[in-house]
Antibody, heavy 118, light 112 residues
Framework: QVHLVQSGAEVKKPGASVKVSCKAS????????MHWVRQAPGQGLEWMGR????????NYAQMFQGRVTMTRDTSISTAYMDLSRLRSDDTAVYYC???????????WGQGTLVTVSS | QSALTQPASVSGSPGQSITISCTGT?????????VSWYQQHPGKAPKLMIY???KRPSGLSDRFSGSKSGNTASLTISGLQAEVEADYYC????????????FGTGTKVTVL
């Protein structure tokens, strides 16, 4: 069965960077997009972007352009999301999710809490 | 990029049916049949409930159904039971390069 397992919680200072990993298993990693979605405390879901693990091509939401980098290591079926110049309003749970060709996200990781605080 | 508009809360009694609306624009919901619905229980990751407007993932209860009319998509939950009490989010492909995917504002479903 499909599993997406994310790295553990992080606490960062404003201005720092964070890198969250997402290890996939149970399917062909290069056959599906990997999306990243975040959710601030008590708030809704916010789409950040996606990566094609086969080609490395990325699409980022405009509001994260210049601050987010999504990469992958196909040898270990792992996707990464790097967010730089962190601010307090970046405090959120960050999810990876497998995406199909029709843009639905059918499997999700357990989430990684990133706390930005001085 | 504006989120799709959902009612903040919807409630119903056990056994009843409820419908959650998701209003977008002619550029997203109105153009593409790529609307999905997600269920999220507190402290848990979202779960895909409906994709491509009307399709259910394998094994999902047929008490959940989706539809679309114009710029508004809808999720109907029939035969309400306590376990469906959760937050629900719609989403849509937008076709825009700067923001190709958008979620709804979310709806809290309460079973009275």
């Amino acid at each position: 069965q499909v599993h997406l397992v994310q790295s553990g919680a992080e606490v960062k200072k404003p201005g720092a960077s964070v890198k969250v990993s997402c290890k996939a298993s149970g399917y062909t990693f290069t056959g599906y997009y990997m999306h990243w979605v975040r959710q601030a405390p008590g708030q809704g879901l916010e789409w950040m972007g996606r990566i094609n693990p086969n080609t490395g091509d990325t699409n980022y939401a405009q509001m994260f352009q210049g601050r987010v980098t999504m990469t992958r290591d196909t040898s270990i079926s792992t996707a990464y999301m790097d967010l730089s110049r962190l601010r307090s309003d970046d405090t959120a749970v960050y999810y990876c999710a497998r995406g199909s060709s029709s843009w639905d996200l059918d499997y999700w990781g357990q989430g990684t809490l990133v706390t930005v605080s001085s | 990029q504006s989120a799709l508009t959902q009612p903040a809360s919807v409630s119903g009694s056990p056994g009843q049916s409820i419908t959650i609306s998701c209003t977008g624009t002619s550029s997203d919901v109105g153009t593409y049949n790529l609307v999905s619905w997600y269920q999220q229980h507190p402290g848990k990751a979202p779960k895909l409930m409906i994709y491509e407007v009307t399709k259910r993932p394998s094994g999902l209860s047929d008490r959940f159904s989706g539809s679309k009319s114009g710029n508004t998509a809808s999720l109907t939950i029939s035969g309400l039971q306590a376990e469906v009490e959760a937050d629900y989010y719609c989403s849509s492909y937008t076709g825009r390069i700067t923001f190709p995917y958008v979620f709804g504002t979310g709806t809290k479903v309460t079973v009275l």
